[in-house]
């Protein structure tokens, strides 16, 4: 007898199906997601003003943590789990602690709170044509002509010879006075106007105007400096040498703002890599209770390529773990070295969002595209890849399946097109350890001006790629 089959019915395929697309940030999304994208936005913004320098962004984070229940390491007790470490008033680390053991690794997410600015010299002020000034040194890549007639504020700390620090911020409040970088007025420039952009404003001009009245208001040999210095003694108790002692950054003043009608958009200085700072500090917060140890990294020097004790190309991190480890008593080399080659993290850092009116320093289909999501990028560095890290296939596969479980919209990019310049980020160095790493960071347009954007849905996907690795992997 012939077994009778049941017919089947053919199933149609559709080729659609094979293919990718981007998904914009704002696409679908309802009202109640509307307004967690904006409420979200304001706790940025705010995050932003607060913490103009990575002094301030240490301070900012730590006062942040502690609301959450973290305690500085150094006064913390064996029972705690959640811990921060304070790395010279200029990079920091939260960690929460969910197991002890540390071999296994940790779930880590690095980013870096110094920005492009202008840097006071030890030697600053000086007179000139009866008017005082502050010389400069730039730090990071600026294009120079950005800074000049703009309001600056001064930041920093000065320590005197006897150890005394004191905090300055002036140009942030209503009634202080700000600062500027002069310009030469167009009808006398035409000699300037011929020079290309890196020469039409030079490291040597970007001093600061400070004042002009003079001491006892009687005209003599620096007697405007001396007036300036006789301020600064009476307000804040330091002299012209403290200045060598001194870290002191002009940043844009004022607070960071909504942009366009729609309030899409966030401008501020200091977005590269605040913004990832900020999503990372937020994402180890409300990822809740995970099975892994929870880490995030705050470093300094990465404009600068990542040098310096405080900096990702130094062992910061690996000091960061080994001093966790001996805290709970499970310090040992063999330990050290698996926890770091064992753990996962995201490189967290921005990369360029597409502008329109330079679309063709771009390669569209693997651009960062603005409001529509985190990038995800496998490699950067220049040309052929020089000087990167790029993240096994294996690695971007779970990061991406994580970031689609909580629906963050992210998008593939690459700092701008084949053998036009490049970046790097602090991946290759953090890879040494052996661990897995990948590079994910929110597009931003203006970047390393004193004016940079960001989109509002991009800040927040971000933030939800962040706490999705943390939950997931």
Known sequence: ????????????????????????????????????????????????????????????????????????????????????????????????????????????????????????????????????????????????????????????????????????????????????????????????????????????????????????????????????????????????????????????????????????????????????AYCALEAIFDAGKTKENKFAMFFDKEEIGSKGNSGANSNILERAVNKIINFYGKGNYNTLIDSLANSKFLSSDVNAGVEPEWAGAFESMNAGKVGWGVCLTKFTGVGGKGNSNEAHAEFVAKCRAAFNKDDARWQTAELGRVDLGGGGTIAMFIAEYGMQVLDVGTPILSMHSPFEVASKADLYNTYLSYKAFYKYL
């Open 1 to 276: 007898m012939v077994e009778k089959k049941a017919a089947k019915k053919a199933e149609k395929f559709d080729p659609k199906t094979l293919t990718y697309s981007k998904k914009s940030g704002w696409d679908g999304i309802n009202a109640a997601k509307m307004k967690e994208i904006m409420n979200f936005a304001e706790g940025y913004k705010k995050f932003l003003t607060d913490a103009k320098t990575e002094r301030e962004a240490v301070s900012t984070i730590f006062e942040l943590a502690k609301a959450k229940g973290y305690k500085n390491i150094e006064n913390a007790k064996p029972t705690d789990k959640k811990l921060f470490i304070n790395f010279d008033n200029v990079a920091c680390v939260l960690a929460e602690i969910n197991h002890t053991d540390f071999s296994k690794g940790w779930l880590m997410v690095g980013s870096h709170i110094d920005t492009p600015r202008l840097d006071l010299k030890g030697y600053p002020l000086y007179e000139k044509e009866d008017m005082a000034y502050f010389k400069t040194h730039y730090y990071g890549g600026i294009k120079k002509y950005q800074w000049v007639t703009r309001p600056l504020a001064l930041h920093g700390v000065v320590v005197t010879e006897a150890g005394k620090t004191i905090n300055v911020v002036v140009g942030e409040d209503d009634n202080d006075p700000v600062f500027t970088i002069n310009d030469l007025l167009i009808h006398l420039a035409q000699e300037q106007m011929e020079k290309g952009a890196r020469k039409v404003i030079e490291g040597e001009n970007m001093n600061i105007l400070i004042g002009s009245i003079p001491y006892s208001f009687k005209y003599d040999k620096d007697s405007v400096k001396l007036a300036i210095l006789d301020c600064l003694y009476k307000k804040y108790g330091f002299k012209e040498e403290d200045f060598v002692s001194a870290e002191l950054q002009l940043v844009p003043a004022g607070k960071a703002r909504d942009v366009g009608f729609d309030r899409s958009f966030v401008g501020s200085h200091g977005q590269d890599d605040r913004i990832c």
